[in-house]
């Protein structure tokens, strides 16, 4: 194990109206076999001790599962490594490659307005799921797994695209803060599947329209989302949300 110094330049804003300012820590000592969250916890510690208001910041999980954590690192969604977030970042990554700076972001898009400091309201994306990502089905008793027949290639890529956990990197990385990926992957997710289809037409058409309403920003195909999202969700979901979009429209809605 080896300890690296390092100097933070943190995002603090103490509530949303507040215009926020970059505030430089140092940070001794820090273990490269630590998170970069366990990072923040030891520098909360001495902020802390010294008198100081700590850093706040989301997490939950822990786990890479649960999509609180996410804050931009050098610029970039989650940190530097591909396929990770920032929960499961560790500071060898930053031995690695030489990185002694480390500037820290809260997500930066017009539908995630910053509460404080790292954290930011995701409701959006509560909102976007609440408008149409179900399925109405008469429950009763679980049924046989293989009761209903479902195409491997289908559920294959229903369940690569369930794994989208609702992180916002994919908006906080493109340059319009669109929030495409997320959608495309939900209404693919559920669309994939024989339970999904009773809504197929309209999910899409109220999720775009919240997704909208929500002011996300319009895909231009830029690409970053993809590039930065820590569960590989490919821009396939895209065009299938727009396919389905544009035959919901051509059928009447
Ligand atoms: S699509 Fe990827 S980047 Fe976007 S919210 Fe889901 S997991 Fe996060
Ligand atoms: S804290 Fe849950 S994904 Fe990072």
Known sequence: MSNIDLT???????????????????????????????????????????????????HDC?????????????????????????????????ETRGVKDIWIEPWR???????????????????VIQSGGYISVKTGQAPDANAVPV?????????????????GACVASCPNGS????????ITHLGL?????????????????QMDDEGFGACTSHGECEATCPKGIKLDVIARMNGDYRRSVIAGG
């Open 179 to 186: 929030a495409a990926l997320f959608v495309g992957a939900k």
């Open 62 to 94: 822990r786990e890479g599962i649960c999509g609180m954590c996410g804050v931009m690192i050098n610029g970039e969604a989650h940190g530097p490594v591909r396929g990770t977030t920032t929960c499961q970042l560790h500071m060898r990554e930053f």
């Open 109 to 127: 898009a017009k539908a995630f307005p910053v509460i404080q400091d790292l954290v930011v309201d995701r409701s959006a994306f509560d909102r």
């Open 193 to 209: 599947l024989p339970q999904g289809q009773t809504e197929r037409a309209s999910r899409v058409l109220d999720m775009v329209a």
């Open 8 to 58: 933070l330049h943190v995002w603090r804003q103490e509530n949303p109206k507040d215009a926020g300012r970059f505030d430089q820590i140092e940070a001794k000592g820090v273990s490269t076999h630590a998170s970069f969250l366990e990072m923040l916890d030891v520098v909360n510690d001495q902020l802390l001790a010294e008198g100081k208001r700590p850093i706040a910041f989301d």
């Open 151 to 167: 195409r491997k290639d289908d559920a294959d890529q229903a369940f690569q695209a369930a794994t989208c956990i609702g992180c």
